[in-house]
């Protein structure tokens, strides 16, 4: 079993930046990709950022060129860095991981940080 702690969500005025950790621990060696989903309220969830174990990443439309996505194979977690933050980006975001190659329902999530961008 793997499990899944995120951190660093918050309040941020528009235009700025945060960032969002998630630490795995458990069956580690099992983990694949890595990723980072949102779900805003009335909305479905949709992706934000993945990242395979041999660093390929993945990115939403929406945050392509302001979100930028790392992982640290060592100390088994995975990092969002989000940059230039619109209201739009306010979500429940939530970090995922799973041993084959993309994220699924079925995977393992934790249990999601609030991110809150103000205008």
């Known amino acids: 079993q793997v499990q899944l702690v995120e951190s660093g969500g918050g309040l941020v005025q528009a235009g700025g930046s945060l960032r969002l950790s998630c630490a795995a621990s458990?069956?580690?060696?099992?983990?694949?990709?890595m990723g980072w989903y949102r779900q805003a309220p009335g909305k479905q969830r949709e992706l934000v950022a993945t990242?395979?174990?041999?660093?390929?990443?993945n990115y939403g439309d929406s945050v392509k060129g302001r979100f930028t996505i790392s992982r640290d194979n060592a100390k088994d977690t995975v990092i969002l860095q989000m940059n230039s933050l619109k209201p739009e980006d306010t979500a429940v975001y939530y970090c995922a991981a799973d041993s084959w190659s993309a994220i699924e329902d079925d995977s393992t999530w934790g249990q999601g940080t609030q991110v809150t961008v103000s205008s």
């Open positions: 990242i395979t174990k041999d660093g390929h990443t």
């Open positions: 458990g069956s580690i060696f099992r983990i694949n990709v």
